[in-house]
């Protein structure tokens, strides 16, 4: 059955968006981020979302344009250093922040998807990070109980996918997609390519279609670049 649908972008997520929803998010910086299906959870007007993402991209992009509207109250990311607005709101007492190390944060939303409702490593043991958590010594070292991550609805990129669901990432896009895709009660995925049952090698497969609920085509624009360097031609190297 095609997981493709006529219905648009807006339409689609506005259908599984509520108010007080915990959202996973693909991407990492500007790099693999579901622009489209941000805009359209932008467009829901849905209030009162935690979102579960490596970062929350940057003013006037990516997750960003959900702060500019006010519609996150809890953010659990690793790494928030490049948005002014999450600054902001955080000082301001209106944005409730989680801090995760990156691979713990990777871990918790891979768990998630497999089922596994806790796990214990032994990153951020000693830290804030581990303060309030259970605590268990394994071969005579501490280590600190993470919990699964489970998301109500997980928002993907992917370079290409077929109409049952099935993607495969480019490059460093790949980054916290997969674990997104897995983690979700209900996947949306937008896509670059949207190609036909059985074009794509099923050795080529990195999401498999029984995690996705649908696949969208994404719109063409240019990608952003987060951090750009330059220098004046003709100067050596």
């Known amino acids: 059955m095609s997981k493709t649908t006529d219905a648009s972008i807006r339409d689609l997520v506005a259908g599984y968006v509520e108010d007080g929803m915990t959202i996973a998010v693909g991407g990492f910086g500007l790099c ?49 250093g490049e948005n002014r607005m999450f600054a ?6 209106e944005l409730e922040v989680e801090f995760n190390p990156q691979g713990t944060l990777a871990e918790r939303l891979r768990a998630g998807g497999a089922g596994i409702p806790a796990f214990y490593t032994a990153t951020g043991v000693g830290t804030l990070v581990a303060e309030g958590k259970p605590h268990a010594e394994f ?13 109500d609805l997980a928002l993907v990129h992917a ?24 983690s979700g009660k209900v996947t949306i995925a937008e896509v670059e390519e949207l190609v036909d049952r059985g074009a794509i090698e099923p ?13 969208v085509r994404s719109t063409e624009r240019e990608k952003p670049i987060e951090k750009r360097t330059t220098r004046p031609r003709g100067e050596e190297n």
Not at 88 to 93: E, I, N, S, T
Not at 164 to 181: E, H, I, K, M, W
Request: charged residues 20%; hydrophobic residues 40%; proline residues 2%.
């Open 88 to 93: 902001q709101q955080y000082l301001d007492g």
């Open 139 to 151: 071969d005579g070292r501490t280590y600190v109980q993470e919990r699964g991550i489970v998301a």
């Open 32 to 80: 693999g981020v579901p622009f489209d299906l941000i805009e359209g959870l932008r467009d829901s007007g849905a209030k009162d979302l935690t979102i579960v993402s490596n970062n929350m991209g940057v003013d006037g992009m990516g997750l960003g344009i959900l702060l500019e509207n006010h519609q996150v109250s809890k953010v659990v990311a690793s790494y928030v």
């Open 203 to 215: 050795d080529a497969v990195m999401t498999a279609g029984v995690f996705v609920d649908h696949v």
């Open 159 to 182: 370079w290409r996918g077929d109409v049952d669901g099935n993607l495969v990432y480019r490059s460093t896009a790949q980054n916290f997609n997969p674990l997104c895709a897995t």
